[in-house]
């Protein structure tokens, strides 16, 4: 992957300083004084964030800081104790996960969450929203559905292709790879033509010959004008891809910035390698690879 050139990175972002909670030029997502505890741990403290619109973001930390309970509260997958958050300057808070969908805001699972007894096709067709047959009474009248089911199928071959699993549509998804499996979210989650695509450690798990099709995938979003936020703990994978990384450490931002500035900030590198650590965070190995379980739930 080195040998690729570095992509394009967006620039002019944020309004002053690059520092925690900073302002954005124009952010899609805003979030303020959200908190979860569970018992006495407090997993998400965020008193403010914002995520710029047409960039793509990284969310970074290490294991418990926080990031995926962070994503299952900003996607109506769970109940913040406190604190809203705005879509496009509309209120989210208290919002079920299928209206926030269906809304533009659609996001992935670091364990993902296809459906292993029906097709790959099916698991597509599932995706697409507003289906006139889902009700029973229309559901009895194909006359009222077919149109749009055949433009459905369409839709979702066109997204198989592009993600190479066309060749898959009549198999079933438990007979896929784990990478193959992302790959598939990924396209299901575009059945909804999303503003916001977040991507929960979309590279974890997936063998190498299919990582780079991932990350081509995920930087071909933005080019589509979509707006990307994700959970990444490969420090070279960030360096690749994000114009703009959060840093979580304890259920709280600690550090905000462009990728080369925030790995370099202290905060970060003691975040994950500990308060008395000299070392530079991004070039340990040159590819920093942190276990990917156990993020508080």
């Given at each position: 992957m080195?040998?690729n050139?570095?992509?394009q990175?967006?620039t002019g972002?944020?309004?002053g300083q690059?520092?925690p909670?900073?302002?954005?030029?124009?952010?899609?997502?805003t979030?303020?004084?959200v908190k979860?505890?569970f018992?006495?741990?407090?997993?998400?403290?965020v008193?403010?964030?914002?995520?710029?619109?047409g960039?793509i973001?990284?969310l970074?930390?290490p294991?418990?800081?926080?990031?995926t309970t962070?994503f299952?509260?900003?996607t109506?997958?769970d109940?913040?104790?406190?604190?809203?958050?705005?879509?496009?300057?509309?209120?989210?808070?208290g919002?079920?996960?299928?209206?926030?969908?269906?809304m533009?805001?659609?996001?992935?699972?670091q364990?993902?969450?296809?459906?292993?007894?029906?097709?790959v096709?099916e698991?597509?067709?599932?995706?697409a929203?507003g289906q006139?047959g889902e009700?029973l009474?229309?559901?009895?009248?194909?006359?009222?559905?077919?149109k749009q089911d055949d433009?459905?199928g369409?839709?979702?071959?066109?997204l198989?292709?592009r993600?190479?699993?066309?060749?898959?549509?009549?198999?079933?998804?438990?007979?896929l790879s784990?990478g193959q499996?992302?790959?598939?979210?990924?396209?299901?989650?575009?059945m909804t033509d999303?503003?916001?695509?977040?991507l929960?450690?979309?590279m974890?798990?997936?063998?190498p010959a299919l990582?780079?099709?991932?990350?081509?995938h995920?930087l071909?979003?933005?080019e589509?004008?979509?707006?990307?936020?994700?959970v990444e703990h490969d420090?070279?994978?960030?360096r690749?891809?994000a114009?703009w990384?959060?840093?979580m450490a304890e259920?709280?931002?600690v550090?905000?910035?462009?990728?080369?500035?925030?790995?370099?900030?202290q905060?970060?590198?003691?975040?994950?390698?500990?308060a008395h650590?000299?070392?530079?965070?991004?070039?340990?190995?040159?590819?920093?690879?942190?276990v990917?379980?156990g993020?508080a739930?």
């Amino acid at each position: 992957m080195s040998s690729n050139p570095t992509p394009q990175k967006s620039t002019g972002l944020h309004v002053g300083q690059a520092a925690p909670g900073c302002k954005k030029v124009d952010p899609i997502l805003t979030v303020d004084n959200v908190k979860k505890t569970f018992g006495g741990l407090t997993a998400v403290d965020v008193e403010h964030l914002e995520i710029p619109r047409g960039a793509i973001t990284a969310l970074i930390g290490p294991n418990g800081a926080g990031k995926t309970t962070l994503f299952n509260l900003l996607t109506g997958f769970d109940t913040p104790d406190t604190g809203t958050w705005d879509f496009q300057g509309t209120s989210l808070a208290g919002v079920p996960s299928f209206k926030v969908a269906q809304m533009g805001q659609v996001r992935t699972f670091q364990l993902t969450k296809a459906l292993s007894l029906l097709t790959v096709l099916e698991n597509m067709k599932l995706g697409a929203k507003g289906q006139k047959g889902e009700s029973l009474l229309n559901a009895l009248m194909p006359s009222i559905w077919k149109k749009q089911d055949d433009a459905i199928g369409e839709k979702a071959m066109e997204l198989l292709k592009r993600f190479k699993l066309d060749a898959k549509k009549d198999d079933f998804a438990a007979s896929l790879s784990g990478g193959q499996r992302k790959l598939l979210e990924m396209a299901r989650a575009l059945m909804t033509d999303p503003v916001l695509v977040m991507l929960d450690e979309p590279m974890a798990g997936v063998n190498p010959a299919l990582t780079q099709s991932l990350l081509e995938h995920v930087l071909g979003l933005k080019e589509q004008g979509m707006t990307v936020l994700f959970v990444e703990h490969d420090m070279h994978m960030v360096r690749h891809i994000a114009d703009w990384v959060v840093v979580m450490a304890e259920g709280r931002v600690v550090a905000e910035g462009s990728p080369d500035t925030v790995m370099k900030e202290q905060a970060v590198i003691d975040a994950y390698l500990g308060a008395h650590q000299d070392t530079d965070l991004g070039v340990v190995t040159g590819r920093i690879k942190i276990v990917s379980e156990g993020d508080a739930k």
